[in-house]
């Protein structure tokens, strides 16, 4: 079983930065590709970023290429999420995802089975 337990989340102006961490438990972390999602009110729950389980290959929604970096350290069983250039339409609850035991990421969220419990972004105009 893996827990994964958002943090960094908050409220910034627009053209700032935030970064996300995503702890968790487990010690299939390091066997298992990773993403983050959003899901804004009245919107589905959308792809941001991905990362394969030894952090090798990463993939971006195009809607955030070359403002935000995903990366990961595997002995701290720790993700991130640097979000940088922020706009409003950032704005949502940000989720890690973790697959079992696979190490590509796939942008479908049913594709994850584990979760965490959110953190709420909110940026300004």
């Known amino acids: 079983q893996v827990q994964l337990v958002e943090s960094g989340g908050g409220l910034v102006q627009a053209g700032g930065s935030l970064r996300l961490s995503c702890a968790a438990s487990?010690?299939?972390?390091?066997?298992?590709?990773m993403g983050w999602f959003r899901q804004a009110p009245g919107k589905e729950r959308e792809f941001v970023a991905g990362?394969?389980?030894?952090?090798?290959?990463?993939y971006y929604a195009d809607s955030v290429k070359g403002r935000f970096t995903i990366t990961r350290d595997n002995t701290k069983n720790t993700m991130y999420l640097q979000m940088n250039s922020l706009k409003p339409e950032d704005t949502a609850v940000y989720y890690c995802?973790?697959?079992?035991?696979?190490?590509?990421?796939?942008?479908?969220?049913?594709?994850?089975?584990?979760w965490g419990q959110g953190t709420q972004v909110t940026v300004s105009s």
């Open positions: 990362i394969s389980s030894s952090g090798s290959l990463t």
């Open positions: 487990g010690r299939t972390f390091s066997n298992a590709a």
């Open positions: 995802a973790a697959r079992k035991n696979l190490a590509i990421v796939t942008v479908t969220p049913g594709g994850y089975n584990y």
